[in-house]
């Protein structure tokens, strides 16, 4: 769009984005009208018990990386990290593109065998969701809960 921010109106839902990721947030809209906004705050480590905050939303200018993908290079303070979003007509996605190594778990106390590294996002404004908890994956220990938000759903990811 003029103002550097982008839009995706095609598909059953619309998706706004902000040309700076830190100064704005993304917009959802739902094929029954709801409006979901959310922003990234960070990337944390998580090793069931204990959570620290390892990087935080830095400025990144929007790139239309493909015709249905918006990347902010390098988003994060603390980590050599962007992130990608995704629209298709079904759906929408949020991915970290991690592009350079993070920092150990053991430097914050943490056992690598049992950390997860979790990407922080920020939902407001939104209906309060349905939530529907699945069963503990055997594997890897973890649970999951699907987000219902009328007609869209926020799923395993």
């Known amino acids: 769009l003029p103002d550097g921010s982008a839009a995706a109106i095609n598909g059953q839902h619309q998706a706004y984005f902000p040309s700076d990721i830190c100064r704005g947030v993304i917009e959802l809209v739902t094929p029954d009208g709801k409006r979901l906004q959310s922003r990234p705050i960070g990337l944390s480590y998580d090793d069931g018990s204990n959570t620290v905050l390892i990087a935080i939303l830095t400025n990144s200018i929007g790139q239309l990386t493909s015709s249905n993908q918006i990347t902010y290079p390098h988003a994060f303070e603390g980590a050599n990290a962007s992130l990608r979003y995704i629209y ?61 938000f009328g007609t869209m759903e926020m799923t395993r990811g």
Request: glycine share 8%; no cysteine; charged share 20%.
């Open 88 to 148: 298709t007509k079904a759906g929408f996605e949020q991915d970290v593109v991690v592009q350079g190594q993070l920092p150990s778990p053991e430097a914050y106390g943490f056992s690598a065998d049992k950390t997860r590294l979790q990407m922080l996002t920020e939902w407001f404004g939104a209906i309060e969701p349905v939530q529907t908890h699945n069963p503990i994956n055997p594997k890897s220990g973890l649970s999951d809960t699907t987000l219902t």
